[in-house]
């Protein structure tokens, strides 16, 4: 990946018996690599039951990601880091 380029992070959803589930209120963040939040989405695309992305462009060269919401009123979130130097 290089600084410029466009990459598709995504999420799956699942409850607790690990079906795919759809959350309430979606949210997506992105972190510069010293963890400061430099973008967030309340509107990531659905793309299937559970299934959630945002199309980003790497502006910097380390990042972390995460995507949350609520599941039956308990929070779920999942955060990644993401090297636009790394190869995929």
């Known amino acids: ?5 466009s ?3 995504k999420a799956e959803f699942k409850d607790f018996d690990g079906t795919n589930y759809d959350p309430d209120d ?9 963890m400061s939040v430099i973008h967030t989405s309340t ?7 559970g ?9 910097e060269d380390d990042y972390a990601f995460e995507f949350s ?3 039956a ?4 979130l999942s955060r990644l880091p993401l090297s636009a ?3 995929l």
């Open 1 to 5: 990946m290089i600084v410029g380029n």
């Open 7 to 9: 990459v598709r992070l």
């Open 26 to 34: 979606v949210t997506v963040k992105i972190y510069s690599g010293a």
């Open 43 to 49: 509107s990531p695309v659905h793309d299937g039951l």
């Open 51 to 59: 299934i959630f992305y945002l199309d980003y462009t790497l502006t």
């Open 69 to 71: 919401g609520e599941i």
């Open 73 to 76: 009123g308990f929070p779920i």
């Open 85 to 87: 130097s790394s190869r």
